[in-house]
């Protein structure tokens, strides 16, 4: 208090008071998405695991055509070859060498000893079919269920979800009703029934999978509406005489970022191994066709002779899943109405 | 961070042995199996107790109504019936005592049986024979096996079966050891079709006086056989345990005291528990990739089981009625590649209808492919050649095809495979797979409701008749529109004017075979085989070809 | 509340009513025979097994008097297991599936919330990062893969636990480990998103501000908080998890439920189809009306039995 001398006076100015000045604002003008992707841009996890996924799906894409088999092309005297990749094959850590180990721990390249001239990639399955394509074949249809599953659980499960929790009373006892019946059905029941209807393959597994995939998302959305509708943004809104349409959609969807990301993701694999599930009773993909679930299924039952039968396609799929949960992670945070700077 | 990834393992770690404190205690049987096997060889090990993986529960323990491998080969352990089949899977006197007594004609054999005991005291009696059958053919029963095993073959079951009155079989108690049994024709395979648990006795007194809960449980059970059962929840159980009988008349022939049952369900679990030492034999192991490892191992026992498969035409459909048209398409798929490129696991390519090392020749002891061999084999050229005859005879120059098969892997592995090279051999040919539950493939065989059918059949009893009989016209397993009167009437011969001649009725069945393939009513797919782990100090392991699939009664651990 | 509750209790048996309805028509529409020796059986035996089970009738006659029977308390016979009451295989088989699903429960969701915990409060470190690697790995991974390599190198080649079967609590380590990933994953993630959003939330800095303890802080405020959408997953995956799965019974030899109702459904052995989606559909809904009462516990905000905005 005693060095307040010191101070100079001229370090002081009058504060020029510009009511228009007040009310300008300083960020440019965004939307509430384009500030997501502003943001989502930063997250340096998010935007690789982006171009990964797009890496994923343009060899999803091209991959069952670059190489030199067809995906259903089988020729069993190439039953079960290991993985061999020009150039790479000379590197011997890595498993491209056409060496398999047998039972008693000694490797052998199993395409000199049976004579074979053909580069298989990733290897052959017990049909000796390329497994390089059919991996990717399966990515594909292992992808569209991905993103129908996502599709689904956006579409019907959040609007079911925010409509039952949001208006309550009566609407929400009757729409839970339908919940309760709907999961209390065996899926197994309903799916079979398909084969009747339909043909087993891809299109009883999309309807399967809109019966009852977005149940789970629903009910975590009317449980987050439940806590949030009563808080005092959504009472300001409604004070002010916003629509239901508009609170639903404006103020409490964006809130709902988190969880609804969070869900889908496990939608995802979920869907893809209850397709898998399915090709296991039987029900599911008709052979030829494959999906990296189903691959993963044949391949576990020859794990120990062939390991690679398994890992390829286990590690695409890790990758993928991994990949989609940076990028939710990265998009829950960019849309974060609370975190937004 | 450090402490962050200290904090997280002891977090794990805590987690963990809260956990596995909360399930501590009480473990001491798991170790008791593992090193019950001594090191050096020789002489017999000291506790005689082994412990063996099913790949099922036993559905009903009731003689009368399984209807099922792992039922049939439990009670083939635990209780016995006029004969039983040894390890040369020859019959051997169970309970009968010297050969029967058989009528001119081959239709009357009058049985005579030793003295023995149910595991409660009371001795097995002719009575006990009559109750079961008399129980296995009435109606209200329902069971299985009993009408099936029964008519067409014992005098009167078609009657009582289908009047209700149990008492028109024939079979009757001439004194407490005294049984006669009447056939409709000679039945040349008789011992061995008596060894088949559905003609076992049943006690009427405990059955009736236990009712419902008859079968229900071990405690609800008599036995008869070499083993008792000593624990068995029920159907529901997944472990349970059977103990040499002493009531049994040939104990002393029985060396194993004690085996634990388990049931394991998948095939790479089933090869674990087994490399663990936690069993000595496995179920049949049925995964080509679980087989492999094991190639040349001396614990893996193979052999060749009488099953067949087959892709079944159906005439129904007007394409597949074509001679030309079933004839190209048996004779279009590699089925040598299919067995020893896919299955790898012992079965053979088969290009016949009854399989190989099933029955022999009644004089000579030859095979009964011996005196046929192989028909439609493998051959696309001449395979195109009838395709196009047949597609010219139709007015058409392509075709779609359903095939309807199983969904285990094993099937759909191999049907991916017959249609690729179905495909690739015959141009114009189009196949759509359909892989479906067996109850539905089931029932769409009954129906007929199918094009192409890819299924198969295992015997019952040893006789080439098990198979002949499927294919005559109108017959109950026939289910596709087949038929041919000289066929039929080669398989009527056999049943009735040739049934005392042995030999004669072998060729008959043998001609049948061949104008069955000159029709290419079928086209066989493989002969499958068996494989199973075996504990390699394990003696005298004995598997059956019909019927139940195992006997421990010849059995022994060694040292 | 007791208004609420006795409501709820007559929708429930509404909803299962209408759940076993569905469920029988559509289990009649399903192809195939019950009978395994269909392949073998002559006409005249096949008419005398469908009379036995009144498979003869009409469905809807079949219909009215299964819902009779169900009302007086039976659930009928098993085909497949040769005539054996359903009720008696349903609690036969429930016991192991259950305790695994608890266990599972109860070891995924701590572990998981630890995991959830440790990734929000270390936000975009390393620790977060393998956390949430961890979680997505546990369910990227499908559980047969998972438990096959466990039952190996954990079973045979470690020797630390048993194999397969069920004969004693060593027994269920392996299976319930398998079993727990999912739990794990699910709650490691849900749990992350909510204690972020829950602790940049005011009164978490007002409780900070206050000098409430770092524990305090985790475990009484935001914790609670970040509880309404966990408990919403973690509800009927109970249920799922109690149930059993057909992949873990499978591999580990487990006498569960999971692998007997997949079975069932195969061989169309209709009354234990029936009962077990009833004993199912049950405890789905119980363990809903449970969660929609634990919401008010855990947020007084949240009121369900009024309604009225």
């Known amino acids: ?341 | 961070m450090k402490k962050s990834k200290h904090t997280l393992l002891f977090i794990l770690f805590l987690a963990l042995s809260v956990f596995l404190a909360a399930c501590g205690g009480g473990n001491e049987d798991a170790e008791k199996d593992n090193n019950k096997t001594g090191e050096e060889s020789g002489g017999l090990a000291d506790t005689q107790e082994i412990t063996v993986l099913e790949s099922a529960e036993i559905p009903s323990m009731d003689s009368v109504m399984a209807q099922d491998t792992v039922g049939f080969s439990m009670l083939n352990n635990v209780n016995e019936g006029l004969y039983r089949l040894d390890p040369e899977q020859n019959p051997v006197p169970g309970l009968v005592d010297g050969d029967p007594t058989v009528s001119e004609d081959g239709t009357v054999y009058t049985f005579k049986l030793r003295e023995s005991q149910w595991s409660n005291g009371e001795p097995v009696t002719a009575h006990d024979f009559v109750y079961a059958w008399q129980r296995a053919i009435h109606p209200d029963t329902a069971s299985p096996y009993g009408p099936y095993m029964m008519v067409g073959k014992i005098k009167g079951a078609k009657e009582a079966f289908e009047s209700g009155d149990a008492t028109k079989l024939a079979v009757k108690a001439l004194s407490d050891l005294e049984l006669e049994v009447t056939l409709e024709q000679p039945i040349p395979y008789m011992e061995s079709l008596m060894a088949f648990p559905t003609f076992y006795p049943q006690n009427q007194k405990f059955v009736e006086e236990k009712g419902k809960d008859y079968a229900k449980n071990a405690e609800n059970l008599l036995f008869n056989g070499p083993f008792k059962m000593t624990d068995w929840n029920g159907v529901t159980a997944s472990s349970w345990t059977i103990e040499k009988n002493e009531n049994y008349w040939d104990k002393d022939n029985v060396t194993l005291e004690k085996i634990n049952y388990n049931v394991s369900k998948d095939p790479q679990a089933a090869a674990n528990a087994f490399e663990a030492g936690e069993a000595d034999v496995t179920p049949k192991l049925s995964t080509p990739a679980v087989i492999m490892q094991y190639e040349g191992d001396p614990r893996l026992v193979r052999w060749l089981e009488p099953t067949i498969f087959w892709l079944k035409f159906n005439q129904e459909n007007e394409a597949l009625a074509n001679k030309n048209i079933r004839m190209a398409l048996s004779l279009a798929f590699d089925k040598d590649a299919m067995v020893n490129d896919i299955l790898q696991n012992g079965s053979l390519a088969a290009n016949y209808a009854v399989p190989a090392e099933f029955v022999r020749h009644p004089e000579t002891d030859a095979d009964f492919r011996e005196g046929n061999g192989d028909m439609n084999t493998y051959n696309p050229e001449e395979a195109k050649k009838h395709w196009e005859q047949g597609l010219k005879e139709l007015g058409t120059d392509s075709l779609e095809f359903s095939l309807l098969s199983g969904d285990t892997e094993t099937s759909k592995t191999l049907d991916t495979y017959i249609v690729d090279q179905l495909q690739n051999n015959l141009p114009g040919l189009k196949i759509n797979l359909e892989s479906v539950p067996f109850s539905v493939r089931l029932d769409r065989e009954n129906n007929m409701d199918y094009d192409i059918l890819h299924s198969g059949w295992g015997p019952d009893y040893l006789d080439p008749m098990t198979f002949s009989d499927l294919w005559i016209t109108g017959g109950g397993n026939n289910k596709m529109a087949y038929s041919n009167a000289e066929y039929d009437k080669l398989i009527n011969e056999a049943n009735t004017t040739l049934a005392n001649e042995p030999a004669a009725r072998f060729q008959a069945l043998q001609d049948a075979e061949k104008i069955f393939f000159e029709d290419a009513a079928i086209a066989p797919t493989y002969q499958r085989s068996a494989n199973i782990l075996v504990n390699d100090k394990l003696e005298g392991f004995t598997y059956h070809l019909v019927g139940p699939e195992y006997s421990w009664k010849f059995a022994k651990l060694n040292k | 509340m007791v208004k609420y509750i006795a409501q709820r209790v007559f929708y429930m048996i509404l909803t299962l009513f209408i759940i076993a309805s569905l469920t029988f028509f559509l289990m009649k529409l399903i192809p195939g025979t019950p009978f395994k020796m269909g392949e073998k059986m002559s006409d005249a035996q096949m008419e005398v097994m469908l009379e036995k089970y009144d498979l003869d009738k009409p469905v809807p006659v079949q219909y009215v008097s299964y819902m009779t029977n169900i009302l007086k308390g039976d659930l009928g016979t098993s085909f497949q297991f040769g005539d054996a009451e359903v009720s008696e295989l349903i609690g036969n088989r429930i016991g192991p599936s259950a305790l695994l699903g608890f266990q599972a429960l109860l070891v995924g969701s701590l572990i998981g919330t630890l995991l959830g915990i440790i990734g929000a409060l270390k936000q975009n470190t390393w620790a977060d990062y393998s956390s949430t690697f961890v979680a997505v790995l546990g369910k990227s991974i499908p559980s047969f893969v998972f438990a096959g390599l466990l039952q190996y190198y954990v079973g045979v080649k470690l020797g630390w636990f048993p194999v397969a079967f069920w004969k004693g609590p060593e027994y269920t380590v392996l299976p319930t480990i398998a079993l727990a990933m999912f739990p794990i994953a699910i709650t490691a993630r849900f749990m992350r998103t909510e204690m972020i959003e829950v602790l940049s939330s005011d009164y978490i800095t007002l409780a900070k501000a206050k000098g409430s303890s770092y524990f305090d802080i985790i475990f009484k405020h935001a914790l609670r908080n970040a509880l309404i959408p966990v408990i919403t997953v973690l509800g009927p995956l109970a249920v799922s998890l109690m149930t059993g799965s057909l992949v873990i019974e499978k591999i580990f030899s487990v006498p569960g439920i999971g692998e007997q109702f997949v079975t069932s459904v195969q061989v169309n052995d209709y009354s234990v189809i029936m009962g077990t989606t009833l004993l199912f559909a049950f405890l789905f809904i119980m363990i809903i009306l449970v969660v929609d009462i634990l919401y008010g516990l855990i947020d007084p905000r949240i009121r369900l039995a009024g309604g009225k905005q």
Not at chain 1, 88 to 109: A, C, H, K, Y
């Open chain 1, 1 to 341: 208090m005693e060095h307040t001398e010191k101070i100079s006076k001229d370090q002081f100015e009058p504060a020029i008071i510009d009511s228009k000045k007040s009310e300008e604002i300083s960020k440019p003008s965004l939307n509430f998405w384009q500030d997501g992707w502003l943001r989502l841009r930063k997250n340096k996890g998010a935007v690789i695991s982006l171009v990964v996924i797009i890496l994923l799906t343009i060899l999803a894409l091209i991959g069952p055509m670059i190489s030199n088999y067809e995906f259903d092309r089988q020729k069993t005297a190439h039953a079960n070859l290991p993985p061999r990749i020009p150039v790479l094959e000379n590197i011997s850590w890595l498993p491209f060498d056409g060496m398999r180990t047998l039972n008693n721990g000694t490797q052998v390249n199993v395409y000199e000893q049976k004579d074979i001239e053909d580069y298989y990639w990733f290897g052959t399955d017990n049909l000796g079919r390329d497994q390089f394509s059919r991996v990717w074949k399966g990515t594909q249809i292992s992808l569209y269920i991905a993103f129908l599953a996502a599709a689904i659980d956006m579409i019907i499960g959040v609007a079911f979800g925010v409509i039952s929790g949001y208006f309550g009373g009566r609407i929400d006892t009757f729409m839970q009703r339908i919940i309760e019946i709907l999961s209390g059905i065996p899926n197994l029941v309903v799916v079979i029934l398909m084969i009747l209807i339909l043909e087993p393959g891809i299109i009883s597994i999309t309807i399967a999978l809109t019966i009852t995939g977005w149940v789970s998302m629903a009910r975590v959305v009317r449980a987050q509406v439940l806590k949030l509708k009563g808080q005092e943004f959504v009472m300001a809104s409604r004070t002010l005489g916003a629509s239901h349409s508009k609170i639903m959609f404006k103020h409490l969807i964006p809130n709902l970022a988190g969880v609804i990301i969070i869900n889908t993701m496990f939608t995802i694999p979920n869907a893809i191994f209850f397709e898998a599930f399915l090709s296991f009773i039987g029900l599911g993909l008709q052979e030829p066709l494959a999906s990296l679930g189903t691959l993963i299924d044949a391949g576990f039952k020859t794990m120990r002779a062939f390991p690679y039968q398994m890992l390829i396609p286990a590690v695409v799929i890790s990758v993928i899943m991994i990949a989609f949960n940076m990028i939710a992670d990265g998009v829950r945070d960019a849309l974060d109405p609370k975190m937004r700077d």
